[in-house]
């Protein structure tokens, strides 16, 4: 979505941003045990105040106890987080952030196979 003058809005370009970084501080510098799952941040829904940001994970685990270790251990260091966002961007107020299980890859991952078991289905 483009402004007025066709620039892109101050809140999307600070979610994109926040998307890499808070990316990078979690694979990178938390180095938590806990987290020992696969993950990516999908995305991040930042209020036009900037005082809360929503930021909506996918892990990636066949093993639910794991997946659930992982985003817990995501949320416990969510302080943190957003220590280091302060540290390395260049923002006056950084977001309380707050983090959000997306399950919207696994949700995919379930209809494709629904969707190969009915086309094996047909072919028989």
Known sequence: M???NGAVPR???LNSE?????YDIIARRLNDPEITEMFSVM???VSRDLA???VFVSIYSKDAEKQKRTFDAICK???RIRHEL???MRIRTVPELSFV???SMEYSDKINRLFAEIEKGEKK
């Open 86 to 88: 302060g540290g390395s």
């Open 101 to 103: 299980l997306d399950g």
């Open 18 to 22: 926040f998307k890499k970084e808070i």
């Open 43 to 45: 995305k991040v829904d």
């Open 77 to 79: 260091n969510a302080k």
């Open 11 to 13: 809140t999307e370009r």
């Open 52 to 54: 809360q940001a929503k």
């Open 2 to 4: 483009k402004g007025r």
